[in-house]
């Protein structure tokens, strides 16, 4: 049977080698650089949203100080906040920075599949980003309507930038899918066509299935939210009632009538709760692998670490409507989304044993990642228990729209995200820059953040319970409310404003040492994967020199009795080195072997 | 891929062949990498016309005000009784039967008949422009002759304009946007430019232009027919 190994076909890869400066830095169409501008607008972009969100925070905890925050100012701050967190820094950053960096050097591969389209990708993606931020100069400011932006209210002349802001944010919505959509094509067919001689599918380290994965979701579910802000452009610049029903406005009807909101929701969460596992999936398999690296084993489980992946992916696309159950559902819909909710607490339950697992009896190597990948098993853990709560129809109804779902979402998909994203930027800057960061600073940067980030939003979900809504401007005097919340409310500012000034740890520790960071060497953590095993570090452009890797066993290799060292590289043969890949196949079913 | 290749793959079928297709180390399709990427990307595509299809059946259902009577409205009579759906079965025709030049085109482009592909392609090009055309025609008629808008009509709910607007408009971009694309193919392929790498971007561009087809038909079918 004919053999087909694209990676070997080097003439269909045509490296274009720039010389000027601007060739090389500005447009260039090198994967690592692509994935290097993509991740610092990311982070730019996430920096706007960590002040917005010390903004408001500043507006809750001392109402009486933060007077220069009026309720308009909050309303945007909070939405902004949301949008940006969600879309412009995780997406962007896992699938567009870590997917970009990674893919092809896990892969064995010189580049994207399609290097030119890979760097439109980042430039529409900084387009993206220019509209996004052009709402905060236009008159009204940016949109104000919360950052699931539901209808009719966020159309409504009550709502904070509701004539230019939400405009601007749905254009940029659509420009942003463009982008992910151009990259997300080049990450899943180089993940499917362009694998190096002996890397099978079973055999690529989990940080790429999880991106591989997440992109999927990220071309499936992004035409929903495509279409949603399509069909809400035309109800606001045309006057079409696709999800404005008929209204009445300070007495007056409205020229709408007939549209259903509950459509706009439908559409929203289809996207948007995929949008969850797209954040959370690369995660997921970039801490599994910085946790097997630094603690020398094999991951526990990888077979079912895969399939696990896969299954959320796939349940995830069933589960949107979880997130509607005030807007008024039949009650079998509730029982059926409440069922698959829970069902997906099965593979993700599985994925969390395995990171345990994997610890178990390891030679922890306690680095700075590895904090960051330990404490993201914790973090983790709370935000998916409460996500059990919250899955319920039932325990749902009370919790809705509390400081309960807020502390949910931000431990699931704010801190446990981010935590990964610190623990891979740690675990990866010495192959991406060729130095070392300072050990010290990186770990007094995560005791702040992991301290940090649980006094934050522990303390939410006891204000939660008591009933304390969210996005409220002020809570005022209400009568269940203890003078405590208002306490805790302030205790929680403290903490966010120290969590925010903590981050400086991290900028200048990766800043200062691009530069005075002692040189590294080019596999400081000893991992056996193929991105370490570059001719130069950092890589240079083509990645691997001459000619292309070749492939003996899967990624985790650690700790193999009878071997030199406590890891073997992915690209060391049998015959050099003994294998307990539990993906060695036996001959009559390897088709590599059997042709040969 | 040539011919010849895949041929060899002939034992190879059905699940065990795809098993072993993802279990190996090579690339999971036996495909160029562009063709691989096309695939993927119209399905990202159909989940874009899915959400606008099922966001028409949605706002259908809860309008207000009745649905107006497309066979009524999309009407044209030649002198005498007004013939329902005629434009649109003429259009619909048009882009089959430019589905049916496309294909001779790929299969032109296989055998490396440069003038006859290049001929091919143009010709499917011209029925797409002109399916942009007769789009255009019924838009005006509708506008200008019967006061359809997109925030209201004369026959019924507002939403029959929006959604007739958007979902034609959205779909018509499509086609503009596939004819421009075939025209640069046909351009590429007469100067000689794909000799040396193969003519599968013939192939690629069809498979674009099969899936804006066949688009069209569930258009047809839900917005024109049902």
């Not at chain 1, 080097?10 to 830095?25: A, K, Q, V, Y």
């Not at chain 1, 779902?405 to 431990?411: C, E, G, P, S």
């Not at chain 2, 011919?3 to 034992?11: Q, V």
Request: proline share 6%; with cysteine; hydrophobic share 50%.
């Amino acid at each position: 049977m004919a053999y087909v190994p694209l990676a070997d076909r080097d003439s269909e890869m045509e490296m274009h080698h720039p010389h000027t400066w601007i060739g090389r830095w500005v447009f260039c169409q090198d994967h690592k650089v692509i994935a290097i501008q993509y991740g610092s607008i990311a982070v730019f972009t996430g920096l706007v949203g960590l002040i917005l969100s010390l903004l408001f925070r500043m507006q809750l905890g001392f109402p009486e100080t933060a007077d220069y925050i009026d309720p308009s100012f909050y309303y945007q701050a909070v939405t902004m906040h949301g949008m940006i967190m969600v879309v412009y820094l995780l997406t962007a950053l896992f699938l567009g920075g870590f997917g970009n960096y990674l893919i092809p050097l896990m892969c064995g591969a010189r580049d994207m599949v399609f290097p030119f389209m890979n760097m439109l990708s980042v430039w529409v993606f900084l387009v993206s980003v220019i509209i996004l931020m052009a709402s905060f100069f236009v008159s009204g400011g940016p949109t104000g309507g919360g950052w699931t932006l539901y209808p009719p209210q966020t159309n409504l002349a009550g709502t904070p930038g509701h004539d230019m802001g939400i405009v601007l944010m749905l254009v940029s919505l659509g420009v942003f899918i463009v982008a992910t959509t151009m990259g997300g094509l080049n990450y899943v067919v180089t993940v499917l066509q362009y694998r190096c001689r002996g890397l099978t599918m079973m055999r690529l380290p989990l940080s790429v299935w999880g991106i591989f994965i997440a992109t999927i979701l990220a071309l499936f579910a992004f035409p929903a939210l495509l279409v949603a802000a399509i069909m809400m452009l035309f109800d606001i610049l045309l006057g079409t009632s696709f999800f404005m029903p008929a209204i009445i406005e300070s007495g007056a009807p409205l020229d709408h009538n007939g549209g259903s909101p509950v459509l706009f929701q439908h559409l929203f969460w289809f996207f948007g709760h995929p949008e969850v596992y797209i954040v959370a999936l690369p995660a997921f398999g970039l801490v599994s692998d910085v946790l097997s690296v630094h603690a020398r084993k094999n991951i526990f489980g990888y077979r079912m670490m895969v399939w696990a992946i896969i299954a959320i992916g796939g349940l995830s696309f069933i589960v949107w409507a979880h997130h509607m159950y005030v807007s008024g559902m039949h009650p079998y819909f509730g029982f059926f989304f409440a069922t698959t909710t829970l069902i997906i607490a099965v593979p993700t339950a599985l994925k969390v044993y395995n990171w345990v697992l994997t610890l178990w009896e390891g030679d922890i190597r306690l680095n700075a990642p590895m904090y960051f990948a330990i404490g993201f098993i914790f973090t983790f853990i709370h935000g998916g228990l409460t996500g059990l709560f919250l899955g319920n129809v039932v325990i749902d109804l009370p919790l809705s729209d509390t400081y309960f779902v807020v502390a949910h979402f931000h431990m699931v998909m704010g801190v446990s995200p981010v935590l990964v994203v610190f623990a891979a930027i740690y675990h990866w800057y010495p192959k991406m820059s060729g130095r070392m960061f300072h050990e010290g600073m990186a770990k007094l940067h995560f005791w702040c953040t992991f301290l940090g980030t649980y006094a934050i939003y522990l303390p939410m979900h006891y204000l939660g319970f008591l009933g304390v809504p969210r996005r409220y401007y002020a809570l005022g005097t209400t009568d269940f409310l203890p003078q405590s919340a208002q306490d805790l409310n302030t205790a929680i500012t403290i903490a966010a404003l120290f969590v925010g000034a903590s981050q400086l740890l991290f900028f200048i520790n990766i800043i200062w040492s691009l530069r005075n960071g002692p040189k590294a060497d080019p596999n400081p953590w000893g991992a056996a994967s193929l991105e370490w095993h570059t001719p130069d570090t950092p890589p240079k452009h083509g990645n691997w020199g001459e000619s292309l890797p070749t492939v003996y066993r899967w990624a985790y290799d650690y700790s193999v009795p009878g071997a030199h060292e406590d890891f073997i590289p992915q690209n060391t043969p049998e015959s050099e080195e003994p294998t307990v890949d539990e993906q060695h196949f036996d001959p009559d079913q390897d088709e590599s072997l059997a042709d040969v | 891929m040539s011919e010849a290749t895949a041929n060899e793959i002939g034992p190879h079928e059905g699940i065990t062949g795809l098993v072993d297709d993802w279990a190996a180390d090579k690339q999971a399709y036996h495909v160029p990498w562009g063709k691989a990427m096309m695939w993927i990307f119209l399905v990202s595509d159909t989940f874009i016309f899915s959400c606008f299809l099922v966001g028409y059946l949605n706002v259908r259902i809860t309008t207000t005000e009745p649905w107006p009577a497309q066979s009524e409205i999309f009407a044209l009579s030649f002198g005498g009784d007004p013939i329902p759906l005629i434009l649109i079965a003429i259009m619909t025709f048009i882009l089959i039967t430019s589905s049916g030049t496309m294909a001779l085109a790929v299969n032109m482009g296989y055998r490396k008949e440069k003038m006859k592909t290049f001929w091919l392609i143009c010709a499917t090009a011209a029925f797409g422009a002109s399916f942009v055309g007769m789009q255009a025609f019924e838009w005006t008629k509708l506008i200008v002759d019967e006061g359809v808008r997109p925030w209201g009509n004369p026959f019924g709910a507002p939403q029959f304009g929006s959604v007739f607007f958007m979902v034609t408009g959205f779909h018509g971009l499509h086609v503009s946007a596939g004819v421009i694309y075939l025209l640069w193919v046909a351009f590429r392929v007469k100067r000689g430019y794909y000799d040396e790498k193969g003519f599968e971007i013939v192939e690629i561009a069809g498979l674009y232009w099969h899936f804006v087809d066949l688009v069209w038909v569930f258009i047809f079918a839900f917005f024109y027919l049902l």
